[in-house]
């Protein structure tokens, strides 16, 4: 049976699938990849369904090896990538041969980047899925991030040729577009202005539960406290200290802060994606256009994966 | 009651800005309502204490009429025939796990066994399971015993802790850090993602704790360990 081998572990590299679903009750987020398409793409390029397991990891990718011929994809971002000595692009496949070393670098322009080997990483499904959840310590290898030693069993694939994109990604620019509520009216007219006309800058406090946000303080005329609720993925909760915090993949699944507004679901991504340090804005949208905007955007996104071009194996 | 939108996979349905039985109730029937008469295009529901977060696919469903048929269920709703399940969950109080307990009587001006007394004498509901996998937050706490949570929480709490926060009481599913106060410990699992139902509670059942000495909890977490279950619902 294939293996894959972890050489040097990048930074937080964790086995993801789509995701956990159905176990929110329970209080178990999805989980599942910080940026879906980037993970979709990794997959269809090396042949993978989708709902197979491929690596995700923040900024460093880290080395690999395999026991037998396995076609990789690495995507993200941009980011430098080696076979032995050799230099591979992203958002291609490639063959990695058993004594060869896959390397990929850091990321640029990115934070989580998504390495797919064909046939998929084979860790036993938990509740549906081998989804790594880190804080609740399930799924993925043990629960946990990858470490230099750790050997993954791979699942087997059929022959087929390597791929690339037909066109390069673009990822929307302009503000990230949010949804109002469910508690927009804890907030005074006022601070929804300084909330849509401020620029908050990415934190570097961020994982896979959460992203703060620095800025302008956001308070909550009608207090900090609420009656805890559901806290959907996406959604931006403000704390007494006003600082926003955008909740992700591995978020609690409710909680006692107020939920100025939600991430529209095409935009987290790129909120995601954002490097520490950089600036973002905000704009307001109605619940129906953001619900227009994933819908198209899901066609978009399968019209892509379906326009996958095999790369040419004649070298110049 | 209000449906809010919480971005464009999912609705808020509120029936109320307050904590009691009654709207808590209601939410669950509707959680149950809608997975015994399911509506196309929702995905999962989270019950909450006044709130039913109602996740859907807008590929299916627009939030829209989603909206309209919600209102029309909340309108018909069975809310007396809404199942329920109880559970007893046996407590060893104080020990490591209970370090709380001593001053917790000292604090209300009663001895260590009133505290033990009052806490298992009540029935508590299941008002959510949230925060981490299978975490229950109880309601129906003596009022003598509502207590403030710590200003600076504790790093490490086992799970199974047997926790009061405010007004709420709880059972830790698993170990981590918290800012509750602890009164002792129960051997059984509220979280096993090995089982078929990952949470041992669902939002609705009611629980009572019953004391066990230090020797009856070493036995039933020794049962516990070789997988055996301490804990089954009963039906009304």
């Known amino acids: ?316 | 009651m209000r449906i809010l939108p919480a971005g464009d996979q999912a609705l808020t349905v509120e029936l109320s800005d307050q904590v009691d039985d009654a709207t808590n109730r209601r939410v669950i029937a509707l959680a149950e309502s809608l997975a015994a008469r399911p509506v196309d295009g929702i995905t999962e529901t989270v019950p909450t204490y006044r709130s039913l977060l109602v996740c859907y696919d807008p590929a299916i469903v627009r939030a829209s009429a989603l909206a309209d048929t919600l209102a029309e269920r909340l309108a018909s709703l069975d809310v007396e025939h809404t199942p329920s399940r109880h559970w007893t969950v046996p407590v060893f109080y104080g020990g490591p796990a209970g370090m709380d307990l001593e001053e917790l009587a000292r604090m209300k001006g009663i001895d260590v066994d009133e505290v033990i007394r009052l806490h298992s004498g009540a029935e508590y509901r299941v008002y959510m399971i949230g925060f981490a996998p299978g975490f229950a937050y109880l309601g129906g706490l003596p009022e003598i015993l509502h207590t403030p949570r710590l200003t600076t929480p504790r790093q490490h709490i086992v799970a199974g802790s047997i926790g009061i926060g405010g007004k709420q009481a709880s059972i830790n599913s698993l170990a981590g850090p918290s800012g509750w106060r602890f009164i002792g410990r129960t051997p059984v699992q509220l979280f096993d993602p090995q089982r078929q139902e990952p949470a041992l509670f669902r939002a609705g059942d009611t629980v009572r704790f019953e004391p066990v000495n230090e020797a009856e909890f070493e036995r039933l977490e020794a049962r516990v360990a070789a997988g055996e279950t301490i804990a089954e619902p009963v039906l009304p």
């Not at chain 1, 032995?84 to 640029?108: C, K, N, Y």
């Not at chain 1, 673009?170 to 469910?182: C, D, K, Q």
């Not at chain 1, 006309?197 to 005329?221: N, Q």
């Open chain 1, 1 to 316: 049976m294939n293996k894959l081998h972890i050489v040097k572990a990048g930074m937080m590299v964790s086995v993801q699938d789509p995701g956990r679903r159905g176990m929110l009750h329970s209080g178990i987020s999805a989980s599942g990849p910080m940026d879906p398409a980037a993970f979709a793409f990794a997959q269809a390029l090396v042949g993978n369904a989708p709902a197979l397991a491929a690596l995700e990891f923040a900024h460093l990718g880290g080395s690999y090896r395999v026991d037998a011929p396995t076609r990789i994809a690495v995507t993200g971002g941009q980011v430098d990538i080696r076979i032995d000595s050799r230099q591979v692009a992203a958002w291609e496949s490639h063959w990695l041969q058993p004594g060869e070393t896959l390397a990929v670098g850091a990321m640029v322009g990115a934070v989580w980047g998504y390495i797919a080997f064909s046939g998929g990483i084979d860790v036993p499904p938990l509740l549906g899925s081998r989804s790594t959840h880190l804080r609740s310590r399930i799924g993925g290898l043990d629960g946990r991030t990858l470490q230099a030693g750790d050997a993954l069993s791979l699942g087997s694939s059929t022959d087929a040729p390597c791929l690339r994109l037909a066109l390069p990604i673009h990822r929307g620019r302009g503000p990230i577009r949010v949804v109002p509520g469910p508690q927009d009216d804890y907030f005074d007219g006022a601070t929804w202005d300084m909330f849509l006309r401020s620029d908050f800058r990415v934190s570097s406090k961020r994982d896979r539960m959460a992203t703060m946000l620095d800025g302008p303080v956001i308070r909550a005329f009608r207090g900090h406290d609420i009656v805890s609720d559901g806290t959907p993925l996406g959604s931006i909760q403000v704390p007494g200290s006003g600082q926003p915090i955008v909740l992700t993949a591995e978020r609690q699944t409710t909680g006692g802060y107020p939920k100025i507004a939600t991430i529209a679901s095409v935009d987290l991504p790129r909120l995601a994606q954002t490097p520490s340090g950089a600036s973002i804005r905000f704009a307001r949208i109605s619940q129906a256009a953001a619900e227009d905007l994933l819908v198209a955007e899901r066609l978009r996104l399968k019209a892509s994966l379906e326009n996958l071009q095999p790369v040419d194996t004649v070298t110049p």
